[in-house]
């Protein structure tokens, strides 16, 4: 599998490290940006469950609205750390795909090829960096007070 994929995962897992490390604990389960979506912590659970559900498909060669994931209120419940060590294991193993993965998987009904599927993974942590970046509106984020871009 072609190295820019394997680079392009790492870039994009990194960010969604770096976020995740600069949420204050004291908003992490909060509700900042109301308008926008539910929790931080929310966020970072919809992240992980859709690895998951990815990884399910390429262990089983499917990937459907069917393929596995943990419940969402369970890792939602989650502390910053045990979620972080989670995506890392979650990311570790889509390293993995990406390296080692050659043969075509069903997605949704059709054959797909690894890097064209992983790309799909790939927007969808990408949609979530515009959830997480900080409004200068927001009491939480300007200011100084939460100051998560550190790219």
Known sequence: MSNRLLEN?????????????????????????????TTFAWEFTCIFTTREMYIDGFTTGKLDGNSKQSDEKYIESLTKLELKKKLEETSSKIREIITDRTKGINFFGETWQTGEVISYLLQHEQLHFGKLIPSPTNPFTSGGVFDILVL
């Open 9 to 37: 995962w790492n870039s994009v897992d990194a960010v969604i490290q770096q976020f995740l490390d600069n949420i204050p604990e004291y908003i992490y389960s909060s509700r900042p940006f109301k308008d926008r979506f």
